[in-house]
C-alpha cells in the first residue's frame, strides 16, 4: 500500500506540536511505503520485531542507489561511519572498545559515581535562578547541564562549547530525512562541513591526550590496548563525535519534555516533589510519552521481509516510528495518558536489540536529577507559551524553548 505523503506530513513543522493524531492514523496500516519511497513502520511490535532482525541493516552502504538518493542517506566519502552506522561485526568491536571506559564490565562505575557530580551542577545552575521570575528552560538548564556532563566525561573544554554547538546542530538536522533535491544536497553539504570541523577539533585534542592522558574517556580512548584493539585514529575520531553529540542532543530534549509534561499535569508535578522516589518510573514513563527520538531513519533491509501483511522488499529504506509503537494501544493500556508509575514499561525510548542506546544508565540519571530539583526548588512554576516553540528537527524532537514564570527559589 502506497501513503499519500505520509512523511511530508509527520516531518511538517506545523504538525511538530502534536504528532501524536498523525501517528495514530499510521498505525491503521502497520506498515506502509510513503510515496518518497521508505517503508514506514508504526506499530509496537512489528518496531521492536525488526529492532532485533539481522535482515535489518543500519549501515546505508546497502541501500539500494535509488533509495540512498531518495532519503539522501548516500555515505560522506571522506569519513566513515560511526557505529551507529554499522552492522556486526563491525560494530560491536566499535561498541566494545567505545564502552570500556564508559560503563560494564571494564567500568562498572563510571556512571553511579558521576551522581554526586551530576547533583553539583544541578544545583548551581537552579542557584543561578535566584533573582529571575522566568526561565528559558532549554537556554538556562536543559542544554547546558548535559553538555557540561559530556565535556567532563570526554575531557572536552567546558568554554570550547560555542565551538561545537553549531557543529552538532548542523549534524543533528541532517537526521531529518525530508525536503527537495536541493535542499538536502545543501544541508549534506552543511553536514559534510560540520563533521570535517568537529573531526579536525576532536582529533587534536584526542593528540593531546594521547601525550598527557587525563582521566577522562578520550585519554582512555587514546591509550587503552584491550582485547579486541584499539581504535585507530578516525575511529577515535568518529566515536568521539558521536558521544559529544548523542551525549547531549537527546538529553535535553528529554528533560524539556520532561518539565513540560509535568506542567502540564500538576498533580503529577506534586507527586514528585511530595515523593523524590517517583523520578525512577516517571522517567520511563517520559520516554513512551514523549520520546526525544521520535523515529529512525536510518534502517534498511538487506532481503525481502514479510511482515504485518507487507512485504518490505531488499534494498529499501525502513523507518521506525518509536514515538508511534510507544503510543500503541496493542501493547500499553490507555496510551495517550501520561501514568507516571506505569507498571511494564518496556518502551522504545531508547530503541532495543544490538543498537540501544549505551548513554541510556547516564540519560536516565540526569533527567531523574534535573526533574526531581526542578520540582522541588521552584515555586509555583508554570508556562510561559503552551505549546512553545519547537525546534525543526522532526527527529529528534523537542521544544526550542520553554518559558517558565515562577514566584521564586525554595532551598
Not at 116 to 121: D, F, K, Q, R, Y
Not at 379 to 403: C, I, K, S, T, W
Request: proline share 10%.
Amino acid at each position: 500500500m502506497t501513503s499519500v505523503a505520509l512523511l511530508h506530513q509527520i516531518t511538517d513543522f506545523a504538525n511538530r506540536a502534536d504528532p501524536y493524531p498523525l501517528y495514530a492514523e499510521l498505525r491503521k496500516t502497520p506498515v506502509v511505503q510513503d510515496e518518497a519511497g521508505p517503508y514506514l513502520v508504526s506499530t509496537y511490535w512489528e518496531i521492536h520485531s525488526l529492532l532485533h532482525d539481522p535482515r535489518i541493516s543500519s549501515d546505508a552502504r546497502n541501500l539500494s542507489p535509488q533509495a540512498a538518493k531518495a532519503t539522501g542517506q548516500d555515505q560522506d566519502p571522506e569519513l566513515p561511519p560511526n557505529f551507529l552506522r554499522l552492522d556486526p561485526p563491525e560494530h560491536d568491536r566499535l561498541r566494545r572498545l567505545a564502552m570500556r571506559p564508559f560503563g560494564p564490565p571494564h567500568t562498572p562505575r563510571r556512571v553511579y559515581d558521576m551522581h554526586g557530580e551530576l547533583a553539583g551542577i544541578v544545583s548551581g545552575l537552579i542557584d543561578a535562578f535566584r533573582d529571575r521570575r522566568t526561565i528559558d528552560l532549554v537556554d538556562d538548564f536543559s542544554y547546558p547541564f548535559p553538555v557540561t556532563v559530556i565535556c567532563r566525561l570526554l575531557g572536552v573544554p567546558r568554554e570550547d562549547e560555542t565551538r561545537f554547538h553549531t557543529w552538532a546542530d548542523t549534524i543533528a538536522a541532517g537526521l531529518d530525512p525530508v525536503g527537495t533535491d536541493e535542499e538536502r544536497e545543501a544541508q549534506k553539504q552543511a553536514v559534510r562541513q560540520a563533521r570535517a570541523g568537529l573531526a579536525a577539533y576532536l582529533a587534536g585534542l584526542i593528540e593531546e591526550r594521547r601525550r598527557s592522558p587525563r582521566d577522562d574517556m578520550l585519554s582512555a580512548m587514546a591509550t587503552d590496548h584491550g582485547p579486541d584493539g584499539q581504535l585507530t585514529p578516525v575511529e577515535m575520531v568518529t566515536t568521539s563525535s558521536l558521544l559529544l553529540i548523542a551525549g547531549h542532543e537527546t538529553t535535553v530534549n528529554l528533560i524539556t519534555n520532561g518539565m513540560l509534561t509535568l506542567l502540564r499535569n500538576p498533580d503529577v508535578l506534586q507527586r514528585l516533589r511530595d515523593d523524590p522516589g517517583l523520578a525512577v518510573p516517571l522517567v520511563e514513563e517520559l520516554l513512551r510519552f514523549e520520546p526525544p527520538v521520535q523515529l529512525l531513519p536510518q534502517r534498511n533491509a538487506l532481503a525481502d521481509i514479510d511482515i504485518a501483511g507487507t512485504t518490505i522488499p531488499k534494498g529499501a529504506s525502513v523507518y521506525l516510528v518509536l514515538a508511534s509503537g510507544n503510543r500503541d494501544p496493542q501493547r500499553f493500556l490507555d496510551p495517550d495518558r501520561f501514568i507516571p508509575d506505569r507498571p511494564d514499561n518496556q518502551h522504545l525510548g531508547f530503541g532495543s536489540g544490538i543498537h540501544n542506546c549505551f548513554g541510556a544508565p547516564l540519560a536516565r540519571l540526569e533527567a531523574q536529577l534535573a526533574l526531581t530539583e526542578l520540582v522541588r526548588r521552584l515555586d509555583n512554576p508554570r508556562l510561559v507559551e503552551d505549546p512553545p516553540p519547537y525546534r525543526q528537527n522532526a527527529v529528534l524532537r523537542g521544544p526550542r524553548h520553554l518559558g517558565i514564570a515562577f514566584d521564586g527559589l525554595k532551598p
